[in-house]
């Protein structure tokens, strides 16, 4: 599925046309379906006269020799759609540029109306075990609609596009749904690791939805994530160098016409994004800056024209027309024409002829996914001889190293790069083409479609596990016997949220007498060791459990811990620092200042913002932008901020409850029953921590990895009652 079909239909005066459609999209993906087999569903172009015989004979011909499958779009959806909120809205914010963008309700209508009527040529289409693959910013709602109408196809994303940095993407109207949109599906996949990152800061930042680096869990459905640069069909391009007559004849040409010249080429769409102004004013400058250069270097800029009903677009042509004839008419002379501008689409036989004639291939994106220019370039260069002048800023920078780096916005600097990339002594042009020509032939288009589909295959195939994983209701008789039955027993219990409900203000909680009997039971078991972990402070925990014998103490999520044999506390590992405070303290305060209702609680190891008090949304919104801010300062620290019920808490990243639980392992061995309950994201460690045959025990909704749930404290207060009692009558109810 993407927005366009490789083949794109125009109505001129004699009827209808087909054209290949332009773009790195059609370019990469018609190969490999090609060679893969699949069909493919998307718009056809031109959709007036839906009823035209003539263009109706076209469409089934494309399906026929093609597997292309066209869908038709009402003529202002089509518009409000892809002119409108495709290109005037996601396109400028995707690609950093939130100044341009323009925003109409009525286009995103348009949009969303143009993803359903995507879903429905799919659902039409669909047959079970089918792999569905959406393409680009174009379908961002579709994995959704999807997921609604099919509940078990397996749908994969690929952006194609970058992901804007967090900072900007927020300004996108409409990001909620979009994010939501993308949630629909099994596998989804961007350019760069890079992109992927941001991908997930924004789900956390905008939706409050966490991630780990790989994956995340939406209910019982897993959602992979992961980054696939895309490649190229190396041998469409080097394939045409030899045996292809039009290219020879073409390539003949080219070398006759430019004898004596160096060749900078640059071949883009015609696009804000790819820099071609910033690159007419930078070649100026080159030519202005080294007379030696005149009459000896030529630049050949490819511009193939694109999205020409959209004003920028317009202007960007004009803007680029004006900067030709300016360096043209002061810049060159009778004999010499420096720059020649091309500005229509070329065939691939005349493009070949033009990347093996290129001693210097110059990509100057201010921004851009991949950037297919840059390696197609390489592949046609297989005897080393070439230079690749490569933006920073474009996806491919990521993997193509070899390059030679600029910053497209720096004028000087990048001059003086094209300076060197022509100098370059033959020993370091070849060494570095060579490798990224084998890089390139090697991270071919086909190999990054086999590992999509490989990895959209995975995805589906975890859901099964992960829906053997739900947790099962707790049947406290089951635990009860098997409690009765074992002779070495470990109890590890968190204490807010799972023996009492949650208060407004944390030292409303203290425990109810109720409590204190249950926990002085089962702790005087010779046979149990009853451990209370706990996020409270150790000077808390004192207070209201310290006379209680036997009892195990962990305070602070497992940063100090006070065994029943001691009579004193110790940190889980010496030498704790707390030195960062005073740094983390004011950014706090400054949230506090933000929130009313919030406020910080100070531990020995942590600090903690609590905003159970603050207006939901608002106080959730803003613990989305602490965590996201606190990430990207601690990230080189051994701090992190966590999440916990309506608070953040920066710790260490060790001082956590599994790491607590893993030394009471130590410290207890060979237990023949293990039991754990506790209500949020601290106690998931506890339960990752202990034996598959441990009785773990999530308390509340949510997700988790526990194997059985409780409804509240009330029900595992229940439960340890039956525990506890064992013979005995011990009331749990508070009086
Ligand atoms: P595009 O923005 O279209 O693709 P790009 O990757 O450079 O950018 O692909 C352009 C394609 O069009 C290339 O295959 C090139 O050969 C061809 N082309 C360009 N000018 C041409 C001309 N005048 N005549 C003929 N052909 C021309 C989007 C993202 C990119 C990402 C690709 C693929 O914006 O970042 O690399 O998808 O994922």
């Known amino acids: 599925m993407s927005n366009r079909l490789p083949l794109t239909l125009k109505k001129t005066k004699e009827g209808w046309d087909t054209v290949r459609s332009s773009g790195g999209l059609a370019s990469a993906m018609n190969p490999l379906l090609a060679k893969t087999g699949g069909d493919w569903i998307g718009w056809a172009g031109d959709n007036e006269g839906e009823d035209d015989r003539e263009r109706r004979a076209i469409l089934s011909q494309w399906t026929e020799t093609d597997h292309c499958f066209a869908v038709d779009l009402p003529k202002e959806v089509a518009a409000g759609f892809y002119e409108g909120y495709a290109n005037q809205t996601l396109w400028p914010v995707f690609h950093n540029f939130p100044s341009r963008l323009m925003f109409d309700a009525k286009q995103w209508d348009a949009y969303a109306e143009a993803n359903r009527i995507f879903c429905e040529a799919v659902v039409r289409r669909y047959r079970p075990n089918d792999l569905i693959w959406v393409h680009d910013y174009h379908l961002m709602l579709l994995p959704q609609l999807l997921r609604a109408k099919l509940p078990d196809a397996a749908v994969g994303f690929f952006l194609h596009i970058p992901f804007p940095s967090s900072e900007i993407f927020p300004v996108l109207p409409r990001r909620e749904e979009l994010l939501e949109g993308l949630l629909g599906a099994d596998l989804l996949a961007f350019q760069t690791h890079g992109h992927l990152q941001q991908f ?13 680096i790989a994956e995340l869990a939406l209910g019982s459905r897993p959602i992979r994530l992961e980054a696939l640069p895309i490649g190229i069909a190396p041998e469409e391009y080097s394939g045409l160098l030899n045996g292809d007559e039009k290219a020879a004849q073409q390539y003949g040409e080219w070398v006759k016409r430019y004898q004596g010249r160096k060749v900078l080429l640059a071949v883009d769409r015609l696009d804000y994004t790819k820099g071609v102004p910033e690159r007419l004013r930078a070649y100026a400058h080159l030519l202005r800056s080294s007379p030696e250069l005149k009459e000896k270097v030529i630049l050949i800029q490819i511009a193939v024209p694109t999205r020409e009903g959209i004003d920028t677009y317009q202007n960007l042509r004009t803007e680029v027309n004006r900067l030709v004839g300016e360096i043209n008419g002061t810049l060159g002379t009778p004999e010499w024409t420096p720059l020649v501008y091309i500005n229509r689409s070329i065939d691939r036989s005349e493009l070949v002829g033009l990347y093996q004639l290129a001693d210097v291939c110059w990509v100057g994106s201010l921004r851009d996914g991949m950037n297919l220019v840059a390696k197609e370039y390489v592949a ?172 195990c103490l962990v305070a602070e999520h497992g940063a100090e811990i006070k065994t029943p044999a001691s009579s004193s506390w110790e940190p889980l590992r010496p030498q704790l620092s707390t030195e960062w405070k005073p740094t983390v303290m004011p950014i706090l305060e400054h949230f506090v200042d933000r929130t009313p209702g919030s406020f910080i609680e100070e531990k020995k190891y942590a600090l903690v913002w609590h905003y159970r008090m603050a207006e939901p949304e608002f106080g959730e919104w803003l613990a989305n932008e602490l ?72 308390v509340g909704g949510g997700s988790t990895r526990a194997a059985y749930v409780v409804d509240d404290f009330q029900v595992l207060r229940r439960v340890l009652g039956l525990l506890a009692n064992a013979g005995k009558n011990i009331s749990v109810e508070d009086s």
């Open 380 to 551: 046609c260069k297989s005897e080393g001889d070439g230079v690749l002048v490569l933006s920073e800023f474009a996806g491919a920078a990521a993997e193509m190293g070899e390059a030679l780096l600029i910053n497209p916005y720096d004028e000087q600097r990048t001059a003086a790069t094209i300076r060197r990339a022509l100098a370059l002594d033959e020993r370091e042009r070849r060494l570095r083409m060579t490798a990224l020509n084998h890089r390139v032939l090697r991270n071919d288009v086909f190999r990054w479609g086999e590992r999509f589909l490989t990895s959209l295959e995975d995805a589906v195939s975890e859901r099964g596990r992960y829906i053997d994983r739900q947790p099962q209701r707790l049947r406290p008789e089951e635990v009860s016997y098997a409690y009765r039955h074992a002779r070495r027993r470990l109890l590890v219990v968190d204490y807010d949220g799972t023996l009492v409900p949650f208060t407004n203000w944390p030292w409303q909680a203290a425990p109810p007498a109720a409590v204190i009997e249950l926990l002085t039971v089962l702790a005087a078991e010779p046979e149990n060791l009853l451990v209370l972990v706990s996020g409270r402070s150790a000077q808390i925990l004192e207070r209201w459990f310290g006379e209680i014998r036997g009892l």
């Open 200 to 212: 997930r800061t924004a789900l956390l930042r905008v939706l409050g939805v966490e991630s780990k």
């Open 627 to 698: 965590v996201s801010m606190l990430e990207a300062m601690l990230a080189e620290t051994e701090l992190r901020a966590f999440r916990g019920e309506k608070s953040i808490e920066v710790k260490p990243v060790w001082a956590n409850k599994g790491e607590a639980v893993g030394r009471l392992l130590r410290d207890f061995p060979g237990p023949d029953f293990i039991f754990a309950a506790g209500d949020d994201r601290t106690d998931e460690d506890v339960f990752a921590r202990l034996p598959s045959n441990a009785w773990t025990v999530h």
